[in-house]
């Protein structure tokens, strides 16, 4: 089957505004990721899904970030008031279990705050 | 916090040639995974290692993974030039991590 998607792959946005970020995990996994990845670093987790409860938001720098899965399959990373620190590639990754299991990763959406 | 070093940063190699990276962590793991990255985006992944075993091989790829030093190698023999890419260690633990990174260009 199709592996993981994000949409929109190009996102520009302006100082203060929200945005939504999607991603299409594998069909059936029941494990979801994201990250957030900064020009030459690894990836920074931000958030996992177990089904529809996020299992570990640990990793979301602060309370302007919030991820929603509510079917268990499509999940969004939502950004309030972004800043131009937000600028980053945000990744997302799937898998049928977490901790255990490969993680298969989508193409990342590109934010940049102007 | 970086629970997760790799090194070298940058490694330049020929043709031919074999490219060894390490991975150094802090944390205790379930598994080590390696990822290879083009151009900044759509991690792929390459080969995992459970925290039970100490040696995996996958085509041209020969992980090691050291738990009592807390670290992990990657070895790709006989590289290409499109083997030219970021490679990423990734580990679990109580969460999920990625190394730093190291950038290998292989020169034809």
């Known amino acids: 089957g199709a592996g993981v998607s994000q949409t929109p792959s190009n996102k520009v946005t302006e100082k203060g505004k929200y945005v939504e970020l999607r991603c299409d995990p594998i069909?059936?996994?029941?494990?979801l990721y994201w990250y957030r990845q900064s020009l030459g670093q690894g990836p920074e987790f931000l958030i996992y899904?177990?089904?529809?409860?996020?299992?570990?938001d640990s990793g979301l720098p602060n309370d302007r970030f919030f991820a929603v899965r509510p079917e268990g399959s499509v999940s969004t990373l939502k950004i309030q008031r972004t800043e131009r620190g937000d600028s980053a590639v945000y990744l997302c990754a799937s898998s049928p279990n977490p901790i255990t299991d490969t993680q298969y990763f989508g193409p990342g959406t590109r934010l940049t705050v102007l | 916090s970086q629970q997760g070093e790799e090194d070298p940063q940058a490694l330049s190699i020929q043709e031919g040639e074999n490219a060894t990276m390490n991975c150094s962590y802090k944390t205790s793991i379930n598994n080590l995974q390696w990822y290879r990255q083009n151009s900044g985006r759509g991690l792929v992944h390459l080969i995992l290692?459970?925290?039970?075993?100490r040696e995996k091989h996958s085509g041209r790829l020969r992980v090691t993974l050291d738990t009592s030093k807390k670290s992990s190698s990657l070895l790709i023999t006989a590289s290409r030039a499109a083997d030219t890419a970021s490679y990423f260690c990734?580990?679990?633990?109580?969460?999920?991590?990625f190394g730093t990174g190291t950038s290998l260009t292989v020169i034809p």
């Open positions: 069909s059936g996994h029941t494990a």
């Open positions: 899904f177990q089904g529809t409860g996020a299992a570990d």
């Open positions: 290692i459970r925290s039970n075993e």
């Open positions: 990734a580990f679990t633990g109580n969460q999920f991590y």
